[in-house]
């Protein structure tokens, strides 16, 4: 079993930044890929940024310039750097890892920008 646990988020001003982490622990084997989803009320839950295992990063557009992801690899850590915060930014943000077979989903974090 895999366990992934969020942390970093709160309640920021717009313009602001946060770093979101996201550590993984448990029976995790070969990482294929790690990333973050967010959701913010009554919208769909939307792909945010992915890190693959060789380091490859791609990213929303409606993020791009603003977010950095990166990984630890040692750590089995994920990070999400936001900078330039927006009120639309404000959401549930999900980390996930995929093995091989299988995607695990940490349990959220709250980002919350305040105009």
């Known amino acids: 079993q895999v366990q992934l646990v969020e942390s970093g988020g709160g309640l920021v001003q717009a313009g602001g930044s946060l770093r979101l982490s996201c550590a993984a622990s448990?029976?995790?084997?070969?990482?294929?890929?790690m990333g973050w989803y967010r959701q913010a009320p009554g919208n769909e839950r939307e792909a945010v940024a992915t890190i693959t295992s060789g380091g490859g990063t791609n990213y929303a557009d409606s993020v791009k310039g603003r977010f950095s992801i990166s990984r630890d690899n040692a750590k089995n850590t994920v990070y999400l750097q936001i900078n330039s915060l927006k009120p639309e930014d404000t959401a549930s943000y999900y980390c996930?890892?995929?093995?091989?077979?299988?995607?695990?989903w940490g349990q959220g974090t709250q980002v919350t920008v305040s105009s």
């Open positions: 448990g029976s995790i084997g070969s990482i294929t890929a």
């Open positions: 996930y890892l995929d093995l091989r077979y299988h995607r695990y």
